[in-house]
Nanobody, 121 residues
Framework: QVQLVESGGGLVQAGGSLRLSCAAS????????MGWFRQAPGKEREFVAR????????DYADSAKGRFTISRDNARNTVYLRMNSLKPEDTAVYYC??????????????WGQGTQVTVSS
């Protein structure tokens, strides 16, 4: 098992950038693929980005491609989501997840509590 804590969210104007961090506990971080999801008010939690155990493979939702970058530092048990060119539609609670490499929430067995990202127009 791994415990996850997100940080780095906040309020930013459209076009701005944020970098989210997800700190993981335990000694098995590198055995998990990691994903970022988000949930806006009144909407389902949706996939944003994922990264393989070694960090060599990444994938993004269409809404994130070209703007967001997921990365991980296994030595620090941390996964990141750099978000550039933010849009108001990016406003959501962002969740870090650990599990198998996948784009559905069912692929992940461990979830953080989320961090709020608000993008003003």
């Amino acid at each position: 098992q791994v415990q996850l804590v997100e940080s780095g969210g906040g309020l930013v104007q459209a076009g701005g950038s944020l970098r989210l961090s997800c700190a993981a506990s335990g000694r098995t971080f590198s055995s998990y693929a990691m994903g970022w999801f988000r949930q806006a008010p009144g909407k389902e939690r949706e996939f944003v980005a994922r990264i393989s155990r070694s960090g060599g493979i990444t994938d993004y939702a269409d809404s994130a491609k070209g703007r967001f970058t997921i990365s991980r530092d296994n030595a620090r048990n941390t996964v990141y989501l750099r978000m550039n060119s933010l849009k108001p539609e990016d406003t959501a609670v962002y969740y870090c997840a650990a599990g198998g490499y996948g784009s559905s929430r069912q692929s992940y067995s461990n979830w953080g509590q989320g961090t709020q990202v608000t993008v003003s127009s």
